[in-house]
């Protein structure tokens, strides 16, 4: 069975923190890492992963995936109000299946 | 460029009566249709998906079902509704053939059985 374990569930943060967010897996034929946010309705992507050790940045967040261990890591530096939201691991299958982790919830307090 | 409808937005319905949601893509062809429900505060439950016309892998076996009658309609249905269907249903497309999995997904239909 094809399992994504995010980690924590939740957390709390002050504005300017620096957040990681964990997401591991064990599947079968592996073929990406997504993140996405979710604020209120529908999540918005955030990056894709496909090779070890390659840096993604969009601004203050970024996310590295290592497949020897099987994770990937969400940092998000000086997070701001806005950054408050439900985020989404998920793996992408051969057979096109697209699996999604109980998610981590951030709150950040001004 | 594409869009994806998902209609009701949301939904008041009371225990024992029938359901159905509907989504539409629009702007792509062949694509890759989800269903997915999410709990309050939670991460999302994979329920369907489907890669082309009247093909439906279930994740979950539950009281619903899904069908996809036409390229780019994906329905999800249920005949006699639990109090445990409610939640919050996410309907998602992605690109045939992709390598990525890149999914984008509509505005949700927040369920209520009563």
């Known amino acids: 069975e094809d399992k994504v374990v995010q980690s924590p569930l939740s957390l709390v943060v002050h504005e300017g923190d620096t957040v990681t967010l964990n997401c591991s897996y064990e599947v079968t034929n592996f073929r990406s890492l997504l993140w996405y946010k979710q604020e209120k309705k529908a999540p918005t992507f955030l990056f894709m992963l496909t090779s070890s050790g390659i840096e993604k940045k969009s601004g203050r967040l970024s996310s590295i995936l290592d497949k020897k261990e099987l994770f990937s890591i969400l940092n998000i530096t000086a997070t701001q109000t806005g950054d408050s939201a439900i985020y989404l691991c998920?793996?992408?299958?051969?057979?096109?299946?697209?699996?999604f982790g109980a998610g981590t919830t951030v709150t950040v307090r001004a | 460029s594409q869009t994806i409808h998902q209609w009701p937005a949301t939904l008041v319905q009371p225990v024992g009566s029938p359901l159905s949601l509907e989504c539409t893509v629009e702007?792509?062809?062949?694509?890759?249709l989800y269903w997915y429900r999410q709990a309050a505060g939670r991460g999302l439950q994979l329920l369907f998906y489907s890669v082309g016309i009247g093909q439906i892998s279930s994740e979950v076996p539950q009281n619903l079902s899904a069908s996809r009658p036409q390229d780019r309609q994906f329905i999800l249905s249920s005949k006699k509704l639990l109090l445990s269907d409610s939640g919050f249903y996410l309907c998602?497309?992605?690109?045939?053939?992709?390598?990525?999995?890149?999914?984008?997904f509509g505005q949700g239909t927040r369920l209520t059985v009563v």
């Open positions: 702007g792509t062809s062949n694509p890759n």
């Open positions: 998920a793996v992408f299958l051969n057979d096109y299946k697209l699996s």
């Open positions: 998602a497309w992605g690109l045939r053939g992709s390598r990525t999995g890149k999914a984008f």
